[in-house]
């Protein structure tokens, strides 16, 4: 039988390349190719740039030189570094991210087990924060708008400064000492129920939330004196439609931008907030990991890490387009 195949036209092919949306796809999708090959590359180097020998580091240093030859000989280090560099590159590619050395098990299972602990943290503490900054900007911008409420807005002002620089941390040590320590409400560290979330996802929540709502006040005020809100305001709109319906989604594109990379942040915090709760994540197992030279553990955790920023930073570039979709066709 015989198929009749249609000549698709220039004018259509020009059409297709042409569309902001398609040119923003493949401008990211570029991106995203080229952070991840030097993600993966530098994750290699820079390991290797550590003095030492990790199987020594790994073995102690009384173990036998023929088992310390063997080890090293099982794990392809005795291989040229380009060597090493094409069998970690077919290893990420394949999924076989090899064989942790001091715990002789596949790294994959490490990060298996280990990253739902990181992952429920960082997750957790971002929506706190987003909980928090949201109402508390909208509220603040509204009633400083103009100049209203100067005390309010010096309060605020200073207050989340303060907040917001302070490390994640520094401020989880300050939160065991004041509830853990003095008051006993709360286990100052591990997983264990709970209760041994709200340290942890407040350390990581508290700062994120400081800036976003400050950054969401200082939108809402600009937004609150635009023209289409007095336009709103003379149509006599009840004010929760005007701050919620016509200046909270025009003031959110610049909060979402900051907050994506404020996601990004918080997943490596996660690393020291970790070890100040003895948390049982990724950022603990890196920083064993480090100090024990088990080189593939940590070059899977830290490109773990690097695939999760990567991931956020796509989709808040994909939201902000949805969000706001002049933005795609002026960047295009």
């Known amino acids: 039988m015989a198929v009749n195949v249609t000549a698709v036209s220039p004018r259509a092919v020009s059409g297709v390349i042409n569309?902001?949306?398609?040119?923003?796809?493949?401008?990211?999708?570029?991106r995203l190719v080229a952070s991840l090959w030097l993600l993966i590359t530098a994750s290699f180097l820079i390991i290797h740039l550590i003095p030492g020998d990790p199987v020594r580091a790994?073995?102690?240093?009384?173990?036998?030189?023929?088992?310390?030859?063997?080890?090293?000989?099982?794990?392809?280090?005795?291989?040229?570094?380009?060597?090493?560099?094409?069998?970690?590159?077919?290893?990420?590619?394949?999924?076989?991210?090899?064989?942790?050395?001091?715990?002789q098990m596949p790294v994959s299972e490490v990060i298996n087990t280990r990253i739902p602990a990181t992952l429920e943290l960082a997750v957790l503490a971002f929506l706190?924060?987003?909980?928090?900054?949201?109402?508390?900007?909208?509220?603040?911008?509204?009633?400083?708008?103009?100049?209203?409420?100067?005390?309010?807005e010096l309060a605020f002002t200073s207050t989340s400064v303060v907040l917001g620089a302070i490390p994640d941390f520094l401020l989880g040590v300050l939160l065991v000492y004041v509830f853990g320590v003095r008051?006993?409400?709360?286990?100052?560290?591990?997983?264990?129920?709970?209760?041994?979330?709200?340290?942890?996802?407040?350390?990581?929540?508290?700062?994120?939330?400081?800036?976003?709502s400050r950054i969401l006040r200082v939108e809402m005020v600009r937004v609150l004196?635009?023209?289409?809100?007095?336009?709103?305001?003379?149509?006599?709109?009840?004010?929760?439609?005007?701050?919620?319906?016509?200046?909270?989604?025009?003031?959110?594109?610049?909060v979402l931008t900051l907050a994506g990379l404020l996601l990004g942040a918080l997943v490596a915090?996660?690393?020291?907030?970790?070890?100040?709760?003895?948390?049982?994540?990724?950022?603990?197992?890196?920083?064993?990991?480090?100090?024990?030279?088990?080189?593939?553990?940590?070059?899977?955790?830290?490109?773990?890490?690097?695939?999760?920023?990567?991931?956020?930073?796509?989709?808040?570039?994909v939201a902000l387009a949805l969000l706001d979709p002049r933005s795609t066709i002026r960047e295009s």
Not at 83 to 99: E, I, K, P, S
Not at 228 to 251: D, G, M, Q, S
Not at 276 to 301: C, M, N, R, T
Not at 307 to 317: F, H, P, Q, R, Y
């Open 19 to 30: 569309n902001p949306w398609v040119r923003f796809a493949a401008r990211r999708a570029g």
């Open 58 to 103: 790994a073995l102690g240093p009384t173990a036998p030189a023929a088992l310390v030859s063997a080890r090293r000989q099982a794990l392809g280090l005795n291989d040229s570094l380009w060597l090493q560099y094409t069998h970690y590159l077919r290893g990420v590619f394949t999924g076989d991210l090899g064989t942790s050395i001091t715990l």
């Open 128 to 152: 706190v924060a987003v909980a928090v900054a949201v109402p508390l900007g909208v509220v603040i911008g509204v009633l400083t708008r103009g100049v209203r409420s100067r005390r309010t």
């Open 183 to 212: 008051l006993g409400w709360l286990p100052v560290a591990g997983k264990s129920g709970v209760d041994s979330f709200i340290l942890p996802v407040l350390s990581l929540a508290i700062g994120p939330a400081a800036i976003l």
């Open 225 to 254: 004196q635009a023209d289409f809100v007095r336009t709103a305001r003379a149509k006599r709109l009840p004010a929760f439609t005007i701050y919620l319906r016509h200046a909270l989604p025009n003031a959110l594109t610049a």
């Open 269 to 317: 915090g996660t690393v020291l907030v970790e070890n100040v709760f003895a948390w049982p994540g990724l950022g603990s197992e890196i920083v064993h990991s480090i100090l024990a030279k088990d080189y593939p553990v940590v070059q899977a955790i830290v490109l773990a890490y690097g695939i999760g920023v990567l991931a956020v930073n796509l989709a808040v570039d």
